[in-house]
């Protein structure tokens, strides 16, 4: 049942090597989510797409970056990986209509800082 | 914006108990709450949700409720099992759509001892 895929599963970087993470999707949903996931902790949104629309978190910080080419797809850019950044990182899909908020989480991927 | 609190953060019962996990919200504008159970490693799924026009909903062994008025709504699991054991998150939205997205609570390490 793999409707959101993410990949890699594991990524591995080195401190300040920008690294993307790719998610894409065959739900035809509107909208696309990025959350930050750190051990123990809740899932932190990032931001998220409704269609072309980009509507980021205030306290996202400026290093993360996403870009949707097109309705399957949607990329997290982290322009200068630091330790603090290592975690899960979750896409997930969601039709954006009212009665239909359900989210559907990809696998993640687990993202390691050298 | 919203902010969710979430207690217990963990919670451990002999197989066969029930389980209570407890939230609040802040924002009363919040119209939709789900939960999501997060196993070990694994992508968070959708148990069960709610909306703010409904005080309870049920769905075999797992019911949600909601106070509006007092801003919270609670998960309880009957009849607990091993494969219970889980993290669970509850959260809570406003709309749907580009204005709308999920606020998650701390989590609730639910451990069911056999």
């Known amino acids: 049942d793999a409707m959101v895929i993410q990949n890699p599963r594991y990524q591995v970087t080195q401190f300040g090597k920008p690294v993307t993470l790719s998610c894409s999707q065959t739900?035809?949903?509107?909208?696309m989510y990025w959350y930050q996931q750190k051990s123990s902790q809740a899932p932190k949104l990032l931001f998220h797409?409704?269609?072309?629309?980009?509507?980021n978190e205030a306290d996202t910080p400026d290093n993360f970056q996403s870009r949707r080419p097109n309705t399957s797809f949607c990329f997290l850019d982290i322009r200068s990986p630091g330790l603090g950044d290592a975690a899960m990182y979750l896409c997930?899909?969601?039709?954006?209509?009212?009665?239909?908020?359900?989210?559907?989480f990809g696998s993640g991927t687990q993202l390691s800082v050298l | 914006g919203e902010n969710v609190e979430q207690h217990p953060s963990t919670l451990s019962v002999q197989e066969g108990d029930s389980a209570v996990i407890k939230c609040t919200y802040s924002?009363?504008?919040?119209?939709?709450f789900p939960w999501y159970k997060q196993e070990l490693g694994k992508r968070p799924q959708l148990i069960i949700d709610?909306?703010?026009?409904?005080g309870e909903k049920k769905d075999q062994r797992i019911a949600v409720t909601l106070n509006k008025t007092a801003k919270h709504f609670s998960l309880h699991i009957t009849e607990t099992q091993p494969e219970d054991s889980a993290v669970y998150f509850c959260?809570?939205?406003?709309?749907?759509?580009?204005?709308?997205?999920?606020?998650f609570g701390k989590g609730t390490k639910l451990s069911v001892k056999p």
């Open positions: 739900l035809n949903h509107n909208v």
């Open positions: 797409y409704y269609d072309k629309d980009f509507n």
């Open positions: 924002d009363s504008a919040s119209n939709y």
């Open positions: 997930a899909t969601s039709m954006g209509d009212r009665d239909n908020e359900k989210l559907f």
């Open positions: 959260a809570a939205s406003k709309v749907a759509g580009s204005q709308g997205n999920l606020i």
């Open positions: 709610i909306r703010s026009n409904v």
